[in-house]
Structure formats: structure tokens, C-alpha cells
Nanobody, 124 residues
Framework: QVQLEESGGGLVQAGGSLRLSCAAS????????MGWFRQAPGKEREFVAA????????NYATSVKGRLTISRDNVKNTVYLQMNSLKPEDTAVYYCACRIRTGLSDLAAYYHYWGRGTQVTISS
């Protein structure tokens, strides 16, 4: 089992920044992949970014490249999503997810554990 807990969401103005955190506990995570997804009202859950615990390889959705950065702290077992130059269309519930396989993926179905989400709201 892997437990995930997100934090850091909130309300910011367009152009502002937020940093989301995802604290992971449970199984050894060294060979796994962590991802961030988001879901806006009335829309399907979409991939944002992913990172491998071991070597830190990353993958991003095209819509967030250059603005959002995923990183991990192996000592704290925490994954971060630094979000800069935020836009109203970034408003969503952001979910942290864990894939207990090697290899980055942008498909929600390939992730096995999920956090409960944290709300991010960007005002125009």
C-alpha cells in the first residue's frame, strides 16, 4: 500500500505561483513513478507531469511545459509541483498519484494509488 497526501493548494491571481506537495508513505518507492493530474469542473482528469523516484526523469503535458516543474525529495518522500505564471485555465483539483511500475506514463489508468486532491483556483 502507498498513502499519498497533497497540500499547498489555494487561491491566487493569474500570473502568480503555488507549490503543491505530495507526501508519500508505505511501500519502498525507489523504483516507482509519481505523477500529478488535475480535473476541472465538467472535464476529465488530465495528466500534468510525472517523475521517476530513482533518477528523476520527468515528463510534462504540453500545456504546462515551461510553467510547471515537478521534483522530488527522496529523503522526505515528497513530490512537489512548482507552478508559476498561473492562468485561470489551471483552475482544478490537483491529484498526486503513484505508479508501481518503472517507466513514465501520462495515462491515469496506469497509476495505482491516488491522493484525495487539493483545490487550486486562479482568479483573472
Amino acid at each position: 500500500q502507498v498513502q499519498l497526501e497533497e497540500s499547498g493548494g489555494g487561491l491566487v491571481q493569474a500570473g502568480g505561483s503555488l507549490r503543491l506537495s505530495c507526501a508519500a508513505s508505505g511501500r519502498t518507492l525507489s523504483y516507482y513513478v509519481m505523477g500529478w493530474f488535475r480535473q476541472a469542473p465538467g472535464k476529465e482528469r488530465e495528466f500534468v507531469a510525472a517523475i521517476t523516484w530513482g533518477n528523476g526523469n520527468t515528463n510534462y503535458a504540453t500545456s504546462v511545459k515551461g510553467r510547471l516543474t515537478i521534483s522530488r525529495d527522496n529523503v522526505k518522500n515528497t513530490v512537489y509541483l512548482q507552478m508559476n505564471s498561473l492562468k485561470p485555465e489551471d483552475t482544478a483539483v490537483y491529484y498526486c498519484a503513484c505508479r508501481i511500475r518503472t517507466g513514465l506514463s501520462d495515462l491515469a489508468a496506469y497509476y495505482h494509488y491516488w491522493g484525495r486532491g487539493t483545490q487550486v483556483t486562479i482568479s483573472s
